[in-house]
């Protein structure tokens, strides 16, 4: 029976890009913890470690090419999906993990503490009390654009080149005719996830004044 790093190892080979061994190893280590968290506190409705796989370590790796800022909010971060994944390969961006459930965010702070993983902060608070200002937002948390960018645009509001990056599963055509007049989507992009078998799509959003 194949190891933990030897799955996520078979998969990382299909990604457009080479991750080095030591980041395979911390992804290793971020599923075992959670694993060991989830049996205690819950973190995640998903169980089986294959599916933690699939669906927290490729699906955020898989969007990994198109992630742009250097200071960057993962928004409603649950165990840290898809901002640890991230942080672990891109060591030289800083990355804000926001969620609610203080046991989700002990979790990541823990993890990030005994792993060193120094480019990530973690913040226990909702999305409309955090004040800090970042490149892009990035998110997978959200019921619909509409939401992310209502409660979100106070992160990027004096940015010009502030994004929102959304990721979604089928393409949102209901929700994009639902979004305000002045946000503009400008990138689309159907994602292809190693090892799962469903549609991904990442789209860019734009406060419109803020490009112009």
């Not at 409603?76 to 800083?94: D, Y």
Request: charged share 25%; aromatic share 8%; proline share 5%.
């Amino acid at each position: 029976m194949a190891s933990i790093e030897e799955k996520i190892s078979k998969l990382c080979v299909q990604l457009p890009f080479d991750i080095e061994p030591s980041k395979i190893k911390l992804l290793v280590q971020y599923i075992h913890q959670l694993m060991r968290w989830n049996k205690a506190y819950n973190l995640t409705a998903i169980r089986d470690v294959d599916k933690m796989i699939t669906h927290h370590i490729m699906d955020s790796l898989a969007v990994a090419p198109f992630i742009q800022g250097e200071y960057i909010a993962d928004i409603g971060t649950g165990a840290g999906i898809p901002g640890i994944p991230l942080a672990i390969l891109f060591p030289q961006k800083k990355f804000l993990l926001v969620d609610s459930n203080g046991k989700k965010t002990r979790f990541i702070q823990q993890f990030c503490y005994e792993f060193q993983i120094k480019n990530v902060e973690v913040s226990h608070a909702r999305v409309e009390d955090v004040e800090k200002k970042v490149d892009s937002v990035v998110s997978r948390a959200f019921a619909s654009l509409l939401d992310m960018v209502q409660h979100c645009r106070h992160l990027i509001a004096d940015n010009p080149t502030g994004l929102f990056q959304a990721l979604k599963g089928k393409f949102p055509e209901q929700e994009i005719e639902q979004l305000p007049k002045d946000v503009e989507v400008v990138f689309s992009q159907e994602i292809t996830v190693p090892g799962l078998d469903a549609k991904r799509h990442l789209l860019n959003l734009v406060i419109k004044k803020l490009w112009q």
